[in-house]
């Protein structure tokens, strides 16, 4: 299910996004890693934002791919498409 969540662009007052649940749960993992820790330099959030995406693609088993990362997904896909 999708759940379409509205904010809006306030000088035409029209819906400007569209909400995937997966994305709340990637949102809650990454800040559970950052243990409430609140960064204010834009380049150090991205050095962690980064360093989330490296294991949540690389390292992390997802359920919906039986276990598998999503690199090792792709790698298996890639496989089939040669």
């Not at 819906?15 to 994305?23: F, K, Q, S």
């Not at 949102?27 to 949540?56: C, H, P, S, T």
Request: charged share 35%.
């Amino acid at each position: 299910m999708i759940k379409f969540v509205h904010a809006y662009n306030f000088s035409k007052h029209v819906p400007t996004r569209l909400e995937i649940p997966i994305n709340r749960i990637d949102e809650e993992e990454f800040y559970r890693m950052m243990k409430g820790v609140i960064i204010d330099d834009a380049k150090l959030f991205n050095e962690k934002l980064k360093e989330w995406e490296d294991f949540y693609n690389y390292q992390r088993p997802h359920a919906a791919l039986n276990g598998q990362t999503p690199y090792e997904r792709f790698r298996e896909k890639m496989k089939l498409c040669v």
